[in-house]
């Protein structure tokens, strides 16, 4: 239960948008493994340095395209021969959307817009996923948790209204037009390769430094939010049964169905690093959101009965695989 079919992946050509992010890498791996035709657009860069996928070199083909350019999308589309889409290329960082929202908009809702008609143009896909986020419902009042895909989306981030646009927007697609979307909203996914800006990676980087440079306090924002976290290996398998099973034009939750508080997390990630009794949290408060949704815990029956999918790892497995991963990466440790 919960794995794609290698039938149905093999030999098949799929673009990934975002191929160098965190996501993107991990579902690259797994679709390599797959026997499948893996391409992915990049965006132009002076020194094109992608660290995430530098592994995966001579097995995969990029494509420089930019998702405010519907002409090079659509060259992407054509040169690879696409059959299934990931559209996971965004700007994912939701206390950045907060700095610059017009910049989050431009790239989350123009850049979905335009994906959307090159991917109308291209009119060869039979499979698109479009990788939405629990940050679209926002505000959740406490009788309405786990959250099930039916309940209103309260943003409250502009990284969250930008999400809930392009959700939108892909269920418009498919109505008006029958693109082959499946919408996927999926809570916090995390893992080795996650941003260093992300709660999970601070937490393991300072662990590091905890466990290297005897580093005695962990240092968040607020610790009172709880989350909905996962294994982005878990996700990634997700996003594919999307589009191996999924209904066309439907939405699925990914989620653990467990809520955890950030202070809880941090504590598992001092545990996991064998670090309790010697470290302790710390608040910063200059690291608080200006607003921040409190409670986020998913309820994913949905994707379980419809594509077969539920998470097989357990966080604390994540959180291990994380502080082993920024042991290994040092110079990503010390920006936590």
């Known amino acids: 239960m919960g794995e794609p079919s290698e039938s ?3 030999e098949r050509n799929v673009l990934i948008t975002g191929i160098s992010g965190f996501v993107g890498s991990h579902l690259a791996d797994k679709l390599i493994e797959m026997g499948a035709n893996v391409h992915g657009i990049v965006r132009r860069h002076a020194v094109p340095d992608y660290p995430d996928i530098k592994h995966l070199h001579g097995k995969i083909r990029l494509y420089t395209a930019d998702l405010l350019d519907t002409n090079s999308l659509y060259s992407a589309l054509k040169e690879s021969e696409a059959t299934s889409l990931f559209h996971l290329a965004a700007q994912s960082f ?3 959307s907060f700095t610059a929202p017009v910049a989050t908009y431009e790239t989350n809702i123009m850049g979905t817009s335009n994906l959307l008609e090159a991917v109308r143009r291209y009119d060869k896909l ?11 419902y926002g505000l959740v009042h406490e009788n309405e948790t786990p959250i099930k ?10 990284y969250g209204a930008s ?16 693109l082959p979307i499946v919408r996927t909203r999926a809570f916090n996914h995390e893992g080795p390769r996650r941003g260093i800006n992300f709660v999970t990676s601070v937490i393991a980087a300072q662990v590091v430094l905890g ?7 962990l240092v968040l924002g607020n610790l009172d939010p709880i989350r909905d976290f996962m294994d982005v290996r878990d996700t990634l398998l997700g996003y594919m049964l999307a589009i191996e099973k999924g209904e066309r034009g439907d939405v699925y939750n990914l989620a653990s169905g467990r809520g955890l508080t950030i202070r809880e997390t941090a504590e598992i990630g001092i545990r996991e690093g064998g670090l309790e009794g010697e470290m302790t949290v710390e608040v910063d408060k200059k690291r608080y959101r200006p607003a921040d949704v409190m409670v986020l815990i998913g309820d ?3 994707a379980k009965e419809k594509l077969g999918w539920e998470p097989k790892i357990p966080f604390e497995q994540t959180m291990r695989d994380m502080i082993e991963y920024y042991k290994d990466n040092q110079d990503l440790a010390s920006l936590a």
């Open 126 to 136: 039979d499979g698109m996923q479009f990788a939405g986020s629990s940050e679209e």
């Open 211 to 217: 466990q290297t440079q005897g580093r005695k306090k």
């Open 163 to 178: 999400k809930v646009a392009g959700d939108m927007m892909c269920y418009t697609h498919h109505k008006c037009y029958g």
């Open 300 to 302: 994913y029956s949905k």
């Open 8 to 10: 149905y992946w093999k």
């Open 149 to 158: 895909e039916t309940n209103p989306l309260r943003p409250l981030s502009p």
């Open 94 to 96: 939701v206390p950045l």
